[in-house]
């Protein structure tokens, strides 16, 4: 069970002394300073791991300079083979030597003023805190549907084995008690999604059930620097976490909805099997001709369809009227693909079965837009 409060309170003890602030970073180079002189500000005395994962673009040299000026800062170089966000927070996690962590991202998203907040309710003994967004609204509708769709899984999957969660699991701005979290991690690591990116649901999975989850809400802010990490390999990493059950589905999903040739075999068997189902109640006869055709056109018109949004979809802007533009394209081209195939390649072509066949071809169009527009990489 989880307890939701908003607090805006610092610290009894008026000192940081006793908690590390893990920041994970990836090409974190326009944050990271801003960061750093927040934190350390905001909370003398607070120790700062950076776990960097290999970042390009100056993150590291720009806390190694920090760190030159308060030892307290300490940047912790990760090995490029066991690269992954929730790597990188748990080698943060087993580096922590305060009795107490909180782990936030460095993009300003997760507001270094809430620190405090996480931190007085681990004081007051709370063993495990989670950061809630009160809003997110900052998120785009795409993000917005991922972190809804990768929340529900993980509630799920956490409610069916009887442990604790929050009503944010996907926020990444959480504290907990260090040697609880150390012990976790030693005895229940190699279970751990690595490469993933939601440590807080592995952690989650692996707590003693009768761990009190407290929340504290937060105002989620928008990127300052940089851009979002999201992508496709988030859900399949969600997924992963979720048991055997979600291991399987992973790999569904990544064949029917990521890959090329999966989602074309899954759009033309969506839209074959929609369009036979239809027909059958007009009585229309199975002849070899009806089926050769319609079966034909779907492969010629779903490759070109595939194809299209692969290369169309997948470049340049990808939102309001540019990507409304490509959709209608991409769409109405398809149509005349199929349209062509139908008539103009059989001589006896049967007209009862040309609506049906469109609207089947419309639900694979559907079906193949929306899983062209998950990010890949």
């Known amino acids: 069970m989880s307890h939701k409060f908003d607090l805006r309170v610092g610290c009894l003890m008026g000192t940081y002394e006793g908690l590390t602030v893990i920041l994970p970073t990836f090409n974190e180079g326009g944050n990271i300073q801003c960061m750093l002189d927040a934190l350390t500000s905001q909370y003398p005395g607070v120790s700062v791991i950076v776990a960097d994962d290999n970042s390009n673009d100056g993150t590291p040299e720009i806390v190694q300079e920090f760190s030159s000026k308060d030892p307290r800062v300490k940047l912790l170089?990760?090995?490029?083979?066991?690269?992954?966000?929730?790597?990188?927070?748990?080698?943060?996690?087993?580096?922590?030597?305060?009795?107490?962590?909180?782990?936030?991202?460095?993009?300003?998203?997760?507001?270094?003023?809430?620190?405090?907040?996480?931190?007085?309710?681990?004081?007051?003994?709370?063993?495990?805190?989670?950061?809630?967004?009160?809003d997110k609204d900052e998120l785009s509708f795409g993000r917005m549907l991922a972190s809804w769709g990768a929340h529900t899984l993980a509630r799920t999957y956490l409610t069916v084995m009887r442990r604790s969660c929050s009503h944010d699991t996907m926020s990444g701005f959480f504290g907990g008690r260090t040697d609880m979290c150390q012990d976790v991690i030693a005895k229940n690591g190699q279970r751990f999604e690595r490469a993933g990116f939601k440590v807080l649901f592995d952690l989650l999975k692996f707590l003693p059930r009768d761990i009190n989850v407290v929340e504290v809400s937060f105002?989620?802010?928008?990127?300052?620097?940089?851009?979002s990490k999201l992508s496709s390999r988030v859900i399949l990493s969600i997924l992963r976490q979720c048991g055997v059950a979600g291991k399987f589905a992973a790999l569904a999903v990544n064949f029917l909805l990521i890959?090329?040739?999966?989602?074309?075999?899954?759009?033309?068997?969506l839209g074959l099997a929609f369009t036979f189902w239809v027909m059958g109640p007009l009585d229309v006869g199975y002849g070899d001709e009806l089926v050769t055709s319609t079966v034909l056109a779907f492969v010629l018109a779903m490759a070109y369809l595939v194809v299209a949004n692969k290369y169309l979809l997948t470049h340049g802007r990808r939102e309001g009227m540019v990507l409304g533009v490509k959709l209608v394209f991409t769409a109405f081209s398809g149509y005349l693909v199929n349209l062509y195939i139908f008539y103009m390649a059989f001589s006896s072509p049967i007209s009862v079965q040309t609506w049906p066949m469109f609207l089947g071809f419309g639900i694979a169009y559907l079906w193949n837009a929306v899983s062209s527009a998950l990010p890949e990489k």
């Open 77 to 134: 170089t990760r090995d490029p083979a066991d690269r992954g966000l929730t790597a990188s927070i748990m080698e943060g996690i087993m580096n922590v030597r305060t009795e107490h962590f909180v782990v936030m991202d460095a993009d300003f998203q997760h507001p270094p003023e809430s620190v405090g907040d996480l931190y007085a309710q681990l004081r007051s003994g709370t063993q495990m805190v989670v950061g809630v967004r009160k």
């Open 219 to 227: 105002d989620f802010n928008t990127r300052r620097s940089g851009v």
């Open 259 to 269: 890959n090329m040739l999966g989602r074309f075999l899954s759009a033309l068997g």
